[in-house]
């Protein structure tokens, strides 16, 4: 059964810096990867997702992540934060076949001025 | 384009009662999918149904059930309250159930007291 660990509960940076949040899953199979951000009060909100092709994906607001078979990571990075980056962070993992994703325990990103 | 919309956003109920939460998708999502997120957690999955049958249960009781109606709304009943019953519930939309990742809805935020 696939599971999903995400090896920080909070990532404190500056503005301007650059961030990683680690992601790691475990599963004997083919994989798709999301991440996905969640903001006070809200739902989660698609980030970016990896399902074949390129190991390297990007969103629409900077950040990348990128997928490595080899040590089954899909971290997610961004060279430069806002403080409207502050979040939640989901990393979340599927096995080909399922489609019903397992999500991480959560990452809080915190990015001070 | 409406999003995905659930109701109530919020409801206060006392142990032992029972409880309804409803969730309408996308315009064209055929695929619900339910979550629980207790705080400090990662969304937890319940339920997933497409095309009006269940395609997938997590491990959860059997006081919880779930239906999808011929529009693709869908309904989470859960009877039998207990306090461990608080947390946020998510419902998420998907076009063939997740395969290209979901649309979250804002959640229901339960309280059991």
């Known amino acids: 059964a696939q599971s999903v660990t995400q090896l920080d509960s909070q990532v404190p940076v500056f503005e301007e810096a650059p961030v990683e949040l680690r992601c790691n899953y475990s599963?004997?199979?083919?994989?798709?990867l999301f991440w996905y951000v969640q903001y006070p009060n809200q739902g989660l909100q698609l980030l970016l997702k990896y399902l074949s092709g390129s190991t390297l994906v990007e969103s629409i607001n900077g950040f990348e992540a990128e997928f490595n078979k080899s040590q089954t990571s899909f971290h997610l990075r961004k060279p430069s934060v806002h403080i409207s980056d502050t979040a939640e962070y989901f990393c979340a993992v599927s096995e080909g076949g399922s489609y019903i994703p397992t999500f991480g325990r959560g990452t809080s990103l915190i990015v001070h001025p | 384009d409406a999003g995905v919309t659930q109701s109530p956003t919020h409801l206060i109920k006392t142990r032992g009662q029972h409880v309804t939460l409803r969730c309408s998708p996308i315009s064209g999502h055929k695929s619900v999918s339910w979550y629980q997120q207790v705080l400090g957690q990662g969304p937890q999955f319940i339920f997933q149904y497409y095309e009006k049958e269940e395609r997938g249960r997590g491990n959860f009781p059997d006081r919880f059930s779930a239906r999808q109606f011929p529009n693709y709304s869908s309904e989470l009943n859960v009877n039998a309250l207990l306090l461990g019953d608080s947390a946020l519930y998510l419902c998420?939309?998907?076009?063939?159930?997740?395969?290209?990742?979901?649309?979250f809805g804002s959640g229901t935020r339960l309280t059991v007291v």
């Open positions: 599963s004997s199979v083919s994989v798709y």
């Open positions: 998420a939309s998907s076009l063939a159930g997740g395969y290209e990742g979901y649309t």
